[in-house]
């Protein structure tokens, strides 16, 4: 199963829609969100493409209940308190905003573990949990959008760069 990962998208909205494009092209049903959307309507592109959506708030999202009541307009869209943990088929996998919010047993306890806040796309394993950081959708501070795409049964991640001018700062 593939399903997209993104972080820290910080209201740019063409950004994620090109994004959210090129993982449904690849296939992807469900986007992880690992925090930092900042506004609501950054919740749109996900709605449009009627992707569903699992997300964890970060620490740019100061109007949850209006990230709430946004997401509830979306079928299959859920924001949760940072960190959360869900399983999806076999695989536990830990969504959090900043991993220093975690403890290494929580790491040790989940297959997989998305985290954003750094802004730096990166994948690493410890023991046997993998944990990727899907870099920024918004390319706000590194100057372009990203994401990755995760096969949870290979473990195999692609990652996505909008590396196109018109994304580059």
């Given at each position: 199963?593939?399903?997209?990962?993104?972080?820290?998208?910080?209201?740019?909205?063409?950004?994620?829609?090109?994004?959210?494009?090129?993982?449904?092209?690849?296939?992807?049903?469900?986007?992880?969100?690992?925090?930092?959307?900042?506004?609501?309507?950054?919740?749109?592109?996900?709605?449009?493409?009627n992707l569903a959506?699992?997300?964890?708030?970060?620490?740019?999202?100061?109007?949850?209940?209006?990230?709430?009541?946004?997401?509830?307009?979306?079928?299959?869209?859920?924001?949760?308190?940072?960190?959360?943990?869900?399983?999806?088929?076999?695989?536990?996998?830990?969504?959090?905003?900043?991993?220093?919010?975690?403890?290494?047993?929580?790491?040790?306890?989940?297959?997989?573990?998305?985290?954003?806040?750094?802004?730096?796309?990166?994948?690493?394993?410890?023991?046997?949990?993998?944990?990727?950081?899907?870099?920024?959708?918004?390319g706000w501070l590194?100057?372009?959008?990203?994401?990755?795409?995760?096969?949870?049964?290979?473990?195999?991640?692609?990652?996505?760069?909008?590396?196109?001018?018109?994304?580059?700062?």
């Open positions: 199963m593939l399903i997209g990962l993104m972080s820290d998208t910080h209201d740019r909205v063409p950004a994620v829609a090109e994004l959210v494009r090129r993982m449904t092209d690849l296939g992807v049903g469900l986007v992880l969100h690992a925090g930092d959307f900042c506004s609501p309507f950054s919740l749109k592109p996900f709605q449009d493409a959506l699992a997300g964890v708030f970060g620490h740019n999202d100061g109007d949850q209940q209006g990230l709430k009541a946004f997401a509830a307009q979306g079928m299959g869209h859920e924001l949760f308190e940072s960190p959360h943990s869900l399983t999806i088929g076999e695989h536990k996998i830990l969504l959090v905003h900043d991993i220093g919010d975690t403890t290494s047993r929580s790491i040790s306890a989940h297959h997989f573990v998305v985290h954003g806040s750094e802004h730096q796309q990166s994948m690493k394993t410890r023991g046997d949990t993998m944990i990727i950081n899907p870099g920024e959708a918004c590194h100057g372009a959008p990203t994401a990755a795409v995760l096969d949870l049964d290979s473990k195999h991640v692609e990652f996505i760069k909008l590396s196109d001018p018109k994304w580059q700062f």
